[in-house]
């Protein structure tokens, strides 16, 4: 069971916890919405009718709750999703592995006792059953509850020992029943990815949809896109990627992208562009660490905050010769990449960098490059964990000297976010300062922070201080204020066409 491949409850509400009025993943213009906490619910229901049929929770949704977390919507901490939802497991991650090797299991009586021993795995015990011996311990459910110095520390273990080569299997009790997390499945291979996107996929919805003349918005932005590679290491403190897809990059064989580009050429509403190649973040193709590869995430070290580490040794050669391929494939007039971009990379590749660059900008901009600077202070940026604005500013500045020197006329999308642990009113008045004196347009796409579980700025936004270092960081919690501080950034131009110039709109 499964809510899809977007969290029932940021599907549902904006980050100002208002009903959202429409959801791009449901059916346009039906009454077949989510509900809220979607996966308890789907749950109960097939429960209601089939009482003994083993259930198996998957998906973003229950992977992030899979041990107890803060609700952020009521404000409180929530038992394990197991545990609410009385399912028997959880395969959590990407899971195919996990799905393709557990299945067979529940053709035996024991079927339960020998899904418990499969990677990937999370299920639950009573008091009276042995844990695995090698277990460690995070903080209860009734410490974590009270303690905001517990829930802390839960979740840097958590963090730090949910690797599928150097972690540990984690537990943590609950009243007389305990959630036990085996370790996570081995990242899949090349030939293992190649396999799950060679299937003939139709790219629309089911036939049995369409007859009753239903859509869905959110498949056009995806139906001509290619998926190239899974996993990040960027480890953003706001995003859960890494938890969920893992923190290895593995990628695709060049062979197995270009034949599934092929057959988007066939398909009879392709008008010729490729709308994305990339993954959670598009320029990680092609290279990775091989420490990390053999000895798993390093415990003591990230791999790009606060800067690129020399280990990674970033290379974009695959990525331009994979993207190169696929322009010379009959029927494909444009390859474009919408995934994001970490200028830090680009940066980073002394071999590649620049030629990379200049391939971007020739091909593969559709007319707005989206990057993520997220911020300008240094403060709110050493709290998401993201590189300084003048990494930033630098890519902007080769991008734009790249554009002139071809005559394109491109832009930049600046993706921005507000009211993240670490922003007060000093960080957003150093927001609009950089705004008004670095950047040559006004960016649109700002959002304001939604703590969502699993996640370190969650946790930094609820205990009130940083897991590892203990030192305190701000987190505004009203929501009129947080809203005020996306709105101080949107009125920059209606202030700036009052008064006529920028210096008094960031001081409105």
């Excluded at 969650?458 to 709105?487: A, C, H, I, Q």
Aim: hydrophobic share 35%; proline share 5%; net charge positive.
């Amino acid at each position: 069971i499964t809510s899809g491949n977007l969290d029932s409850m940021v599907s549902n509400y904006t980050a100002s916890q208002k009903k959202r009025r429409t959801d791009d993943l449901s059916f346009t213009d039906s009454e077949m919405k989510r509900p809220d906490r979607a996966v308890i619910v789907y749950t109960n229901l097939v429960k209601r009718i089939w009482k003994d049929v083993p259930i198996v929770l998957g998906g973003i949704e229950a992977s992030l709750r899979r041990f107890a977390h803060y609700d952020w919507w009521q404000d409180k901490v929530r038992h394990s999703i197991l545990l609410d939802s009385k399912a028997d497991f959880i395969f959590f991650g990407m899971a195919e592995k996990t799905l393709t090797e557990a299945a067979e299991h529940f053709s035996y009586p024991d079927w339960r006792e020998r899904v418990a021993r499969v990677s990937g795995v999370a299920y639950t015990l009573t008091n009276r059953q042995k844990l695995p011996l090698e277990a460690l311990r995070l903080p209860s459910f009734e410490e974590i509850s009270s303690s905001k110095e517990a829930y802390s520390e839960a979740f840097r273990l958590f963090y730090e020992e949910t690797d599928p080569i150097r972690g540990k299997i984690l537990y943590q009790t609950d009243g007389t029943r305990a959630v036990v997390q085996n370790l996570p499945s081995l990242p899949l291979q090349t030939s293992e990815l190649d396999k799950i996107y060679g299937y003939p996929y139709s790219r629309d919805l089911p036939a049995f949809y369409q007859r009753q003349g239903l859509s869905v918005k959110g498949i056009e932005t995806v139906r001509f896109s290619i998926t190239s590679h899974r996993g990040c290491y960027g480890s953003c403190a706001f995003c859960a990627i890494g938890t969920h897809q893992g923190r290895t990059v593995t990628w695709r064989s060049e062979t197995s992208i270009l034949n599934e580009a092929k057959t988007i050429a066939t398909h009879k509403e392709f008008k010729g562009f490729i709308s994305d190649v990339g993954g959670p973040t598009a320029n990680m193709y092609g290279f990775e660490c091989r420490k990390k590869t053999a000895e798993g995430a390093c415990k003591d070290r990230l791999c790009l905050f606060p800067e690129p580490c020399p280990s990674l040794n970033p290379d974009h050669e695959a990525y331009l010769r994979l993207l190169d391929r696929l322009k010379t494939i009959p029927g494909i007039k444009r390859v474009f990449i919408s995934s994001g971009l970490r200028p830090d990379l680009v940066l980073a590749d002394r071999r590649n960098g620049k030629r990379f660059l200049r391939a971007l900008v020739e091909s593969n901009v559709s007319g707005q490059l989206k990057i993520a600077p997220e911020h300008a202070s240094p403060t709110v940026l050493r709290a998401m964990r993201k590189y300084p604005i003048t990494v930033f500013k630098e890519f902007t500045r080769q991008y734009f000297l790249e554009a002139k020197s071809q005559g394109k006329d491109i832009y930049l999308v600046p993706y921005l976010i507000v009211a993240h642990p670490g922003e007060s009113e000093e960080e957003n008045r150093e927001l609009r300062s950089f705004i008004r004196t670095e950047l040559e347009f006004h960016p649109k796409q700002i959002q304001i922070f939604t703590p969502t579980p699993s996640t370190l700025s969650t946790t930094v936004y609820y205990t009130g201080f940083d897991p590892w270092s203990k030192e305190p960081v701000f987190s505004e919690k009203s929501l009129t204020n947080r809203n005020r501080m996306k709105d101080r950034i949107l009125n920059i131009r209606e202030v700036k066409a009052k008064h006529g110039d920028y210096e008094s709109a960031c001081e409105e």
